[in-house]
């Protein structure tokens, strides 16, 4: 297995972070713009802004992301994780970068006291559903959205 490493976001980093990104985008059918992946980075970018992230590098390449986040939990009365984006390029997968990536948001689950972490994917995920399968229990939970 090659050796996976975790970084955060670094200027150096950027352009690996928006391919990753833009390939998220595309997996989602998503249109990334430039004010987009920018409004992002900046976030990610700024340690008093609330979503953070994390790089996965695969002998020096990025190939895996990770954006999370604390997330009020009322009925529990405490922060719990929410992951908002968790990507692995092709030529990542099959190679335990999501494994890494579900390692390290372990970690800082456990080191903030929030009890779970919670995301959503695609039903026709399947393989990314087959590695959730694995580290998690699927909720039964429905989302629903509402424009505004």
Not at 50 to 71: I, K, T
Not at 74 to 83: K, M, N, Q, T, V
Not at 127 to 134: E, F, G, I, L, S
């Amino acid at each position: 297995m090659p050796k996976i490493e975790l970084v955060g976001p670094d200027e150096r980093l950027h352009a690996d972070w928006r391919r990753l990104y833009d390939g998220y985008a595309t997996f989602y059918k998503r249109q990334m713009t430039d004010e987009i992946a920018a409004a992002v980075w900046s976030w990610i970018t700024d340690l008093e802004h609330e979503l953070e992230g994390v790089l996965a590098l695969c002998d020096g390449e990025a190939v895996g992301l990770a954006h999370f986040r604390r997330m009020p939990s009322p009925l529990r009365g405490a922060d719990i994780g929410f992951l908002d984006d968790l990507f692995v390029a092709p030529e990542g997968r099959g190679q335990g970068v999501a494994e890494v990536l579900f390692a390290q948001l372990q970690d800082v689950a456990g080191n903030r006291g929030w009890d779970i972490v919670r995301w959503i994917t695609a039903d026709d995920n399947y393989r990314a559903r087959a590695v959730y399968d694995k580290l998690s229990s699927k909720t039964t939970w429905n989302l629903y959205e509402m424009k505004v």
